[in-house]
């Protein structure tokens, strides 16, 4: 079972910051927090990861919280491109006592962005 | 361009027949893997390997086979033992097992 729970969808108007929330109330220390998204139709994107500290890059920013059981991506100007359904994922640091490579995909939230 | 490569797009069968899926990367990555997703659903891991001439199961493996005889290469042949065959099928690859996993743009396969 996916480790994280996310809202099944959310609306966001075009330009204005995407917020996606995500719980992850049982993550261990050893665990990244990684997002993905899936526009219909296409394979999953990596948009980013993090493990306690805040991350961005130029998609995105990651912000997780210091008890590390919460983290929200923010998308900063959202445009209608950037509609899909966006995956929260927690991912072990080390794949040596997991199978390698096993991200546990949940339903995701579906960002709809409106003009 | 550097990227994963799945062919063919789409790809209609009839019962009982075998059917490869073709995935290929020029990222000289060591990591592939191979996931369905179903209509509405999430993704389930088929099949991984870490290395050349090397694989493990995942949640989902029955009525799969894969091979890795080329760093580049893992093809996915979906057999006639499996039951419920027509999905969206990603095949992913990364640096290493601890590395960001990315994925291809996917080959929808109907069985009829």
């Known amino acids: 079972d996916a480790k994280t729970t996310q809202p099944t969808s959310m609306d966001c108007a075009e330009g204005r910051a995407a917020n996606l929330p995500c719980n992850h109330s049982t993550i261990s220390g050893n665990e990244y927090v990684y997002w993905y998204r899936q526009i219909h139709s296409q394979g999953p994107q990596y948009i980013i990861h993090?493990?306690?500290n805040n991350e961005t890059n130029e998609m995105a920013s990651l912000i997780i919280t210091e008890d590390r059981k919460s983290s929200t991506l923010i998308l900063p100007h959202a445009t209608l491109r950037d509609t899909a359904v966006y995956y929260c994922?927690?991912?072990?640091?080390?794949?040596?006592?997991?199978?390698?490579?096993?991200?546990?995909f949940g339903q995701g939230t579906e960002l709809s962005v409106k003009p | 361009d550097g990227g994963i490569t799945q062919s063919p797009k789409y790809l209609f069968r009839k019962e009982g027949q075998n059917v490869t899926l073709s995935c290929e990367q020029n990222l000289n990555h060591d990591a592939m893997y191979w996931y369905r997703q179903d209509p509405g659903q999430g993704l389930r891991l088929i099949y991984y390997s870490q290395i050349v001439n090397d694989f493990q199961k995942g949640d989902i493996a029955e009525g799969y086979s894969v091979s890795r005889e080329k760093k580049e290469s893992f093809p996915l042949t979906v057999t006639s033992a499996q039951k419920n065959p027509t999905a969206f099928y990603l095949c992913?690859?990364?640096?290493?097992?601890?590395?960001?996993?990315?994925f291809g743009e996917g080959s929808w396969l109907t069985v009829v």
């Open positions: 992913a690859s990364s640096l290493n097992r601890e590395n960001t996993i990315y």
């Open positions: 993090g493990l306690k």
């Open positions: 994922i927690v991912r072990p640091r080390s794949m040596i006592y997991n199978q390698g490579g096993k991200l546990i």
